[in-house]
């Protein structure tokens, strides 16, 4: 709905965009040709294009950024009216005259240097302002999803992509400038393996841009005093009131994240897996053999381990075989079972 709205809106406006040209050298031309047509639609073309550039431009840039982008100029700008003012007053009563044009330029300088630092200011404090000036943040009275930051583990495990695709994580994905960074900086890495999985995690998130209905958002900011990605996480997942999607099982114990809710890759997708009961058949291809005598192994689609009793013989075939238990861990599960000729005998 949302996107089909979007879609209507530049529509409309690049329909205006030829309209309004073209009505306007038609009307101004003493002479209508088809060139005060052509000329028109080229710079309707124009026109469109360049607002379709602005908001390509301007796609990633959240509703609080631009907020504290506008407080910036605000404050800004009344900072440099009342310089100017001030300096205006003092000069009127100088018995000496400064030439109009000096004047005018020195009270454009002022806007100009007044509007860059408080734009600057604000946007270095935006955290300190958000803090400071709660009452500008509107908590809407229906309970809303939670927002789901990401770290690097999760961003390198290509299951990201089929659970992105699901929908489960529509409108709910945020991606932190910072974290974006740190991938740049290991892609540049002289390690082959923390180059790797940089670009396999950039990857996967251009994957993720691709994906229209998630509307995957980015989060500008950052805290240069931590020096820790997780940290940065933690701090940012507080403050966003947001959960952590991660796939380091070691990361569930660091301290630093403490405060904020972990969803852990790994857990879920194990959540996921089709239970298994005993007694239940299944046909399982016995892949290599185990550590036991007549011992086989062999995996599901899921990548679940396959104990079977009996199996060693069958190495490369596909068997029946019967579940007898299933062992969970914190890694996954594996399940024991015997080949269905096995019991037999």
Not at 217 to 230: A, G, N, R, S, V
Not at 275 to 287: A, D
Request: aromatic share 6%; proline share 3%.
């Amino acid at each position: 709905m949302k996107n089909s709205s979007l879609i209507l809106i530049r529509t409309l406006f690049i329909f205006s965009c030829f309209i309004l040209m073209i009505a306007y050298t038609v009307g101004t031309d003493t002479f209508v040709t088809p060139w005060s047509w052509g000329r028109g639609a080229l710079l309707g073309s124009a026109l469109a294009g360049s607002l379709l550039g602005i908001d390509l431009l301007i796609k990633r840039i959240n509703l609080r950024i631009f907020n504290t982008i506008l407080l910036g100029l605000f404050l800004g700008y009344m900072t440099a009216l009342l310089i100017s003012t001030l300096l205006t007053t003092i000069l009127a009563s100088q018995p000496f005259l400064i030439p109009p044009g000096i004047l005018e330029s020195t009270k454009i300088a002022l806007l100009i240097f007044g509007t860059f630092i408080g734009v600057m200011t604000t946007l270095r404090s935006s955290e300190e302002i958000h803090l400071s000036i709660p009452f500008i943040k509107f908590t809407p009275e229906t309970q809303k999803s939670k927002k789901i930051l990401i770290d690097i583990a999760a961003l390198s495990d290509g299951r990201l992509i089929d659970l992105a695709s699901s929908g489960l994580l529509d409108n709910r994905l945020i991606i932190p400038r910072f974290l974006l960074n740190e991938l740049h900086e290991q892609e540049k890495d002289h390690d082959e393996d923390i180059k790797n999985k940089a670009h396999h995690a950039l990857s996967t998130l251009h994957t993720l841009e691709t994906l229209d209905l998630l509307n995957l958002q980015y989060h500008d900011l950052d805290f240069p005093e931590e020096k820790e990605i997780t940290s940065k996480l933690s701090r940012l997942g507080r403050l966003l009131d947001a959960d952590v999607l991660t796939a380091d099982s070691c990361g569930l114990q660091d301290p630093a994240i403490a405060g904020v809710r972990l969803i852990n890759l790994h857990h879920l997708s194990n959540a996921l897996k089709p239970l298994m009961q005993r007694g239940e058949f299944l046909n399982i291809k016995v892949q290599r053999g185990g550590k036991e005598e007549r011992q086989g192994v062999g995996y599901l689609e899921d990548g679940t381990m396959v104990v079977i009793n009996g199996g060693g013989d069958y190495i490369g075939e596909t068997v029946k075989s019967r579940v007898l238990s299933v062992k969970h861990s914190s890694t996954g599960r594996m399940i024991f079972c015997n080949v269905a000729e096995y019991e037999e005998q």
